[in-house]
């Protein structure tokens, strides 16, 4: 059994969006995924999300590779939710690759490439010149 857990805001969700959690999906017996909460999203990123954290955990929970789906409501709380869920591995776009090999202590730590040419701030810039 293994147990993956992968994080992201996954607002206005995209391709992109979906094509991440399947190639993680490929690699897991259970998947289980961390929706950044509002509140972090606009300390990340200084935007509100378009979509609130209910409807985009609600988005996740319908997919049907996705086992479970929780709130991340700190980014210095990684540690104590891979714990929590007792994941086996921690997957993560590789535009984060190499940040998060601290936790090679407890969990195997997967880099994943990122689908080029779409992200959620480009999509909300398109949309804005329409
Ligand atoms: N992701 C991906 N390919 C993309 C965009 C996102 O694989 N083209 C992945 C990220 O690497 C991350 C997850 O999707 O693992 C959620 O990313 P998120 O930051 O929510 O999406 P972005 O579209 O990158 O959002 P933003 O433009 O607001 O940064």
Known sequence: MKRILTFGTFDVFHYGHLKILERAANHADELIVGVSSDALNYKKKGRNPVFSEKERMDIISSLNF???VFLE???ELKR???LKHKADCLIMGC???GKFDEFNDICEVM???RT???STTEIIEKI???
């Open 73 to 75: 409501e700190s980014l």
């Open 111 to 113: 880099y994943l490439p």
């Open 128 to 130: 804005k010149t329409l």
């Open 80 to 82: 104590e939710y891979i």
């Open 116 to 118: 080029p040419d779409i």
């Open 66 to 68: 996705v086992d479970d």
């Open 95 to 97: 535009d984060w690759a």
